[in-house]
């Protein structure tokens, strides 16, 4: 492909202002959910922050999840209390700060005996006993979920747990395996959308005063400046900054290799994911989460998402240097374990319209089962021609808020820094001012967009209350919808100009759920590329080569079925 202007007003005026000064007084490379609320959080106490992501923002290990905000249930069995108390003060923070992307999650777990795992799990947590869990019972799930319980208690926004018999189980899910014995129900959260609480938290930091710039990578060194490659037009460039944050998660060895420092911090392992077009599977989850433990005691999940079955997830040990695939073997895996909880619920292949995999960014482990690397984060520092290098090792979703705050206060005190500012309790983008209720929603629409209907609808699930500005954007001009309302000319426009969206990609998988519902075949690859290359100012031939390329990730990435003779239809 060639090596086209981006024209994202955000994103050049960004790459203007970054070249131009040529320093900063921190340097944040990598742009995943981490990086970002550390940027958000160095920009609101006045601290001159850069971020640079070599992809799209939260287009690795952060787009790779599994859509839950969660406390981490089963760390209570490796004993990582402390993990498990801010998880699920940061979960129930984000049901507050977040509510636009972040909605209680009813979780179930079905169980199929009463005291299996009654030894192991004490082995694993008072003497560290490693090699493959057993299945764990009733009564080690109880005594887990009460001390889960107890560690939400502080500000606690979601009900406490309940039991249920085989009866009352099969009752409200008709649908589970009949050998089923009890259940225990309780309440985590989800984020229907990831990719985009990422870019509400990013558009925080650039509005506090932060710079942020996608497609740039870090290459190399030149002194004690770091080389900054623009991967949209090839250009590079020297960049001084007095800290560099290390924050590419999976990641991290290999950017501190580029930049002649070499470190062996990281031990990623792969998840999977696949998502399924089968009604039948989400109608017989009842709408809430099913959590559960597979035959080789791995904790696995069947999750009822934007009218698909999303199944997950594997964790298998994997090198970041080398591409990451769903394959075929973690597939069978994901179909066996679909017909052990639903046996008489039909599923194939044929129903996957997504497959998506990523590393998640775990500390190098010697630990003979994955399940038992630590899921916890630490700060690692060294230093290159006296300037401080702080790597970020691990770290999840759910305690990004937690994870940037440690690492700004950490940057703050080698700048000499105050902190003037908390993000603890503090609203993100289009969580401000969110209505409450069904109700209230109703009103806001009526005020604010002037209707109540599809379209609208759509807006505020996609921006929040961030919709207001993007609305009066589609109002400002002749706005024409595409995809039944999916999308609008105008709205493109909107994306790139203000969404850093440099590629077709970054509509297809990140800006929207398009890929991820299996709804991005030719004909809405097609219509979104001619749209998107008036909002963007594109040729026919960046036009064509970017419907090539996102097909070929599609296909290669994420096991799309495209037929590439429709484009000529």
């Given at each position: 492909m060639s090596t086209p202007q981006s024209h994202s007003a955000v994103r050049d005026e960004a790459i203007a202002s970054i070249r131009e000064t040529g320093r900063a007084q921190v340097l944040i490379i990598g742009g995943g959910i981490n990086g970002i609320a550390t940027f958000r959080d160095?920009?609101?106490?006045?601290?001159?922050?850069?971020?640079?992501?070599?992809?799209?923002?939260?287009?690795?290990?952060?787009?790779?999840?599994?859509?839950?905000?969660?406390?981490?249930?089963?760390?209570?069995?490796?004993?990582?209390?402390?993990?498990?108390q801010e998880s699920v003060r940061e979960r129930n923070d984000l049901l507050a700060t977040a509510p636009h992307y972040v909605k209680p999650l009813k979780t179930t777990i079905p169980m199929y005996s009463f005291f299996s795992g009654l030894l192991n799990a004490p082995m694993k947590f008072l003497f560290k006993r490693q090699g493959k869990p057993a299945e764990r019972g009733a009564l080690i799930i109880k005594a887990g979920l009460v001390m889960y319980d107890l560690f939400a208690t502080a500000g606690r926004s979601t009900p406490w747990h309940r039991f249920h018999g085989r009866k009352r189980t099969l009752e409200q899910l008709p649908r589970l395996n009949k050998n089923v014995k009890y259940t225990a129900t309780y309440f985590d959260a989800s984020m229907h959308d990831p990719e985009r609480l990422a870019l509400d938290v990013l558009g925080d930091g650039v509005r506090a005063g932060g710079r942020a710039a996608n497609y740039v990578e870090a290459v190399g060194r030149n002194g004690r400046s770091i080389t900054l490659r623009d991967n949209a037009t090839g250009d590079e460039f020297d960049f001084a900054p007095d800290v560099v944050v290390n924050a590419s998660g999976p990641w991290t060895d290999l950017t501190n290799e580029a930049l002649g420092s070499a470190t062996e911090y990281m031990g990623g392992t792969k998840g999977s994911h696949i998502v399924l077009d089968n009604p039948e599977l989400v109608a017989a989850?009842?709408?809430?989460?099913?959590?559960?433990?597979?035959?080789?005691?791995?904790?696995?999940?069947?999750?009822?998402?934007k009218g698909r079955a999303m199944v997950g997830t594997t964790d298998i040990p994997a090198d970041p240097s080398q591409p990451i695939?769903?394959?075929?073997?973690?597939?069978?895996?994901?179909?066996?374990?679909?017909?052990?909880?639903?046996?008489?619920?039909?599923?194939?292949?044929?129903?996957?319209?997504?497959?998506?995999?990523?590393i998640r960014p775990l500390p190098r482990s010697d630990a003979?089962?994955?399940?038992?690397?630590?899921?916890?984060?630490?700060?690692?520092?060294?230093?290159?021609?006296?300037?401080?290098?702080?790597?970020?090792?691990g770290g999840k979703w759910t305690t990004f808020r937690a994870l940037g705050e440690t690492l700004t206060d950490k940057v703050l005190y080698m700048?000499?820094?105050?902190?003037?500012?908390?993000?603890?309790?503090?609203?993100i983008g289009g969580g401000r001012d969110y209505p409450e209720t069904p109700g209230d929603v109703t009103v806001w629409l009526r005020e604010k967009l002037g209707a109540d209907d599809a379209r609208t609808r759509l807006l505020f699930e996609r921006y929040g209350?961030?919709?207001?500005?993007?609305?009066?954007?589609?109002?400002?001009?002749?706005?024409?919808?595409?995809?039944?309302?999916e999308l609008s000319t105008r709205e493109l426009e909107w994306m790139v100009s203000d969404e850093h969206v440099v590629h077709l990609a970054d509509v297809i998988l990140r800006r929207t759920s398009l890929a991820f519902t299996g709804r991005a075949d030719i004909d809405a690859l097609r219509t979104v590329a001619d749209a998107l290359a008036k909002a963007a100012g594109w040729s026919t031939d960046r036009r064509d080569e970017e419907l090539a390329a996102t097909i070929e990730l599609l296909r290669d990435e994420h096991d799309v079925a495209l037929d590439v003779a429709e484009l000529g239809a």
């Open positions: 160095l920009a609101l106490q006045g601290i001159d922050v850069v971020l640079v992501e070599r992809g799209d923002f939260a287009s690795g290990a952060s787009s790779a999840s599994s859509h839950m905000v969660h406390g981490g249930i089963r760390y209570l069995e490796n004993g990582e209390f402390r993990l498990v989850t009842g709408g809430r989460e099913i959590f559960f433990e597979h035959s080789d005691g791995r904790v696995v999940l069947i999750y009822p998402l695939r769903c394959t075929e073997s973690e597939v069978d895996y994901f179909l066996d374990l679909i017909s052990d909880v639903y046996p008489d619920i039909a599923v194939s292949r044929e129903q996957i319209v997504y497959k998506f995999s990523g003979s089962s994955t399940g038992q690397i630590s899921r916890d984060y630490h700060l690692a520092t060294t230093e290159l021609d006296g300037t401080p290098v702080i790597s970020v090792v700048l000499k820094a105050p902190r003037t500012v908390s993000t603890r309790g503090l609203t209350t961030r919709a207001v500005q993007v609305w009066e954007h589609l109002q400002s001009g002749d706005d024409e919808l595409v995809l039944d309302g």
